[in-house]
């Protein structure tokens, strides 16, 4: 059975900084990883999918990485802002593509 | 264009109440999930419809748990005889196609990306 992890639970860092949000998974053979964000009270956005034949992806400030053999992936949040302030999420999708297995989640809160 | 829409947003039960949540999918998508996500967790999957299909049950924590979508659109979860650990926040996905793998038959070979509504805050007295 697939298991997601995500390191750290929490995080609370000065508005500028650059940060490293981790997710590890147990199987390896997955095709794609997607990273969510997820406000209070509010459902999943979608930020950034990678496929299994991509290293990386990138949107703005937004940086993922997958590495497959090692069962890892980081987010990478440059120029942190307080509008960055979220749960961040990642997810993998099962052998038959119909349900989504997530990680725990990366509580972010960035400081003006 | 209109997303995935949930109501209520908010429901208190108290304990041995059945509550029906409901979830109004973006328009024309054949696949139709629910999820479970308890404080301080991830969601976790509950079951999955292709369009009034229900393919995949096998996260419902317990019989007291149903889902339908009659018509292949709107869809509702039941939970009766709510217990106190079934407070939760439940969230619907939809998604255009039915889930393939790369590299095989399908209507897309390409992941077909879920897009969650606001989910329903229950809690159970």
């Known amino acids: 059975k697939q298991e997601v992890t995500q390191i750290p639970a929490a995080l609370s860092v000065p508005e500028g900084e650059n940060l490293v949000l981790n997710c590890s998974f147990t199987?390896?053979?997955?095709?794609?990883l997607q990273w969510f964000r997820q406000d209070p009270g509010k459902g999943l956005t979608s930020l950034l999918l990678?496929?299994?034949?991509?290293r990386e992806q990138t949107s703005g400030r937004l940086n993922a990485s997958l590495d497959k053999s090692s069962g890892r992936s980081t987010l990478y949040i440059a120029a942190s802002q307080p509008g960055d302030s979220a749960t961040y999420l990642c997810?993998?999708?099962?052998?038959?593509?119909?349900?989504?297995?997530f990680g725990g989640g990366t509580r972010l809160m960035v400081k003006p | 264009g209109a997303g995935v829409s949930q109501s209520p947003r908010y429901k208190v039960a108290k304990r041995g109440q059945d509550v029906a949540l409901r979830c109004d999918p973006i328009?024309?998508?054949?696949?139709l999930f629910w999820y479970q996500q308890a404080l301080g967790q991830g969601p976790e999957f509950l079951t999955y419809?292709?369009?009034?299909?229900?393919?995949?049950k096998s996260g419902l924590p317990s019989d007291r748990f149903f889902a339908e979508r009659p018509e292949g659109s709107v869809s509702t979860l039941k939970i009766q005889r709510t217990q106190q650990e079934d407070s939760a926040v439940y969230l619907c996905?939809?998604?255009?196609?039915?889930?393939?793998?790369?590299?095989?038959?399908?209507?897309?070979?390409?992941?077909?990306?879920?897009?969650f509504g606001p989910g329903t805050r229950l809690t159970v007295l």
């Open positions: 996905a939809s998604s255009l196609y039915t889930p393939t793998r790369p590299g095989t038959s399908g209507v897309a070979s390409s992941y077909n990306e879920q897009f």
């Open positions: 199987d390896s053979a997955i095709y794609n």
């Open positions: 990678i496929q299994s034949s991509q």
């Open positions: 997810a993998v999708p099962n052998n038959a593509g119909n349900m989504l297995t």
């Open positions: 328009s024309g998508h054949v696949s």
């Open positions: 419809f292709q369009n009034e299909a229900q393919l995949d």
